[in-house]
């Protein structure tokens, strides 16, 4: 199973298409997650039309987008909980809100936003992962998205690139 991993789209402010790159791995995806800060509902209605979208709103989104999505979700895939939240508040880190988001509930991997910062890695037993932003780069050497694969286990990783087209 492929689960293309998205956040802080930020459109069409910060781009009136996806870039290339992702719509060729949009294609052949099973599932979308996307983070939080789409900005607007068309990007929503966009992605559901290559697979199922599980997304969560952010700090940026639209009225239309906080009446259909939640803050938090859980993505259940092959028995692994995927908990999915944008990150944005006040104190504490994005990432330690991530995590506290789900601190009362049993998630394998949170999926995240609202930093732009890519990462990866496990925390407590728990994975997380912000797949950074294919419009926004803000201070971040590249664009980026993520994949995940998930099998008998989840695998996960970043793509990068520095062209939008």
Do not use: C
Not at 97 to 113: C, L, N, S, T
Request: proline share 4%; no cysteine; glycine share 8%.
């Amino acid at each position: 199973m492929k689960i293309v991993v998205l956040s802080d789209t930020h459109m069409p402010k910060k781009g009136r298409t996806l870039p290339g790159k992702l719509l060729r791995e949009l294609d052949s995806a099973d599932y979308i997650i996307h983070a939080g800060d789409w900005q607007t509902i068309e990007l929503y209605n966009e992605l559901g039309k290559y697979a199922e979208v599980k997304g969560v709103t952010g700090n940026v989104d639209s009225p239309e987008l906080k009446a259909k999505l939640n803050s938090k979700e859980i993505l259940v895939v092959n028995d692994f909980r995927i908990g999915i939240v944008h990150g944005h508040g006040s104190g504490k880190t994005t990432e330690r809100r991530a995590q506290d988001a789900f601190k009362d509930e049993r998630v394998d991997w949170i999926v995240y936003g609202h930093s732009h910062i890519p990462v990866l890695k496990e925390l407590a037993g728990t994975i997380l992962f912000n797949p950074g932003s294919p419009t926004d780069k803000r201070r971040q050497k590249e664009f980026s998205f993520g994949i995940m694969t998930v099998t008998d286990v989840v695998r996960a990783e970043h793509i990068f690139y520095s062209d939008r087209t």
